[in-house]
Structure formats: C-alpha cells, structure tokens
C-alpha cells in the first residue's frame, strides 16, 4: 500500500519562473494538503483541498494556486517564483477533513 | 529528559532512557493534536494524535498528554532507541478545519 507520493523530488528554477509540483494521495484517502516548510522550522498550511475544491487557505498570496483531480491527485502551481519560495513543499493526504493527515517526503525547490 | 519546545530545541537523552518533549499551544480553541517525528531528508511521520474530550492517549512506547487549563501537550518514548533521533512536531487543529499549525518542533538526539 503506497503512502502519499511527490514529484519531483528535487527542482531547481529561476526568479520569475513557474513551477508545478505534483502529490498522490495514500489509497483510501480523498483529501489533501500542501505545506511549505523552510530550513529549521514546522510546515505552514498553504491549502486543502477536498472534493476537487479548495477548502481551507493559509497566509499565502494568491501566486500559491493548487488543483485536485478526480482520482484525488493534486498539483500546487507556483507562479512568479521569488527567492523566498525556496522551501521543502509538502503534500499530505487524510481520509477526510478532520482526519489524521499523512505526508509524503515532499519536493526540495530552490530558486536561483 | 524534558523539553519546552521553543525555549529548549534539543533534547540530548541516553538510550534506554524516557523521553518527554512539551509543546504550548496558542489557540485555546485547538481540539485536535497530532504529534509528527521528521527525519533528515523525509517527510513528518505521524506518530500519535489526541482529540480535546480526552487528556492521555498511548500508543507503542509513546503517550501524548494534553492539559488544555494550561495549553500544553507532551510526547513522551519510553525506552528511547537511537532510532527515535529526529525533530519532532505538535500541530494544532482549530474548529475541525484541519489546518493544522506547526511549532518550530523539538530535536530528539539520542546517545548510545
């Protein structure tokens, strides 16, 4: 039984460029996160998303867009990336909204 | 050994020994914890999670406590193994929004 899955795993990109990022959810689960996560410090909620529909939202400008698919599958999609975007992204995935999240080994983006 | 989380970020315990990590939570309207160990290079693992109707929970060789009068939560590892040397997460759920906060986390080394 697969856990939750991203890709890539590492990215590198350049200020002002787009990046996507893509996460499988663990099977049975219908709902899933994304987190940002600098060196040294505890994730920060980006988004949920439930139901294909983004349902919770964090402090994060609206550059930080994020889409699930039928089959539970989600991309988060960054644009105009900035120096400040370099972070470990996160993707975790519940059996529902207020259940116990799991997460994946996440994406390491660097922006050049 | 013992932790308060953000004024104590390491933890150095013997193997063999307990451990008990604290974390203070902010928002008394938290109802839900998790308790999440993070490797080097990997994402959090989800070890144990409390919901506010109860005060202790155990799981094998952890046992989270929760004291909401004073916002406090702790993990603690009975018969610490090098293995269990990682940082360490508490994150609070608000309203069953499950969007969960992180602290700045707890790092467990663990001596042979």
């Known amino acids: 039984d697969a856990g939750v899955t991203q890709s890539p795993t590492h990215l590198i990109k350049t200020r002002g460029q787009q990046v996507t990022l893509r996460c499988s959810p663990k099977s049975g689960h219908d709902t899933v996160s994304w987190y940002q996560q600098a060196l040294g410090q505890g994730p920060q909620f980006i988004f949920q998303y439930y139901e294909e529909e983004e349902r919770q939202r964090g402090n994060f400008p609206d550059r930080f867009s994020g889409h699930q698919f039928p089959n539970y599958s989600s991309e988060l999609n960054v644009n105009a990336l900035l120096l400040g975007d370099s972070a470990l992204y996160l993707c975790?995935?519940?059996?529902?909204?207020?259940?116990?999240?799991?997460f994946g080994d996440g994406t390491r983006l660097s922006i050049l | 050994g013992e932790s308060v989380g953000l004024h104590l970020p390491t933890l150095s315990v013997q193997e063999g020994d307990n451990s008990i990590i604290n974390c203070a939570y902010s928002n008394s309207a938290s109802d839900y914890f998790i308790w999440y160990k993070q490797e080097s290079g990997k994402g959090p693992q989800f070890i144990i999670d409390i919901r506010s109707n109860m005060d202790k929970r155990q799981g094998q060789r952890v046992t989270v406590l929760l004291n909401k009068t004073v916002k406090h939560l702790s993990l603690q590892i009975a018969a610490t193994q090098p293995g269990d040397s990682a940082v360490y997460f508490c994150?609070?759920?608000?309203?069953?929004?499950?969007?969960?906060?992180f602290g700045s986390g707890t790092k467990l080394n663990v001596k042979p």
């Open positions: 994150a609070e759920n608000i309203n069953n929004f499950n969007k969960f906060y």
């Open positions: 975790a995935s519940s059996a529902g909204p207020d259940q116990p999240q799991h």
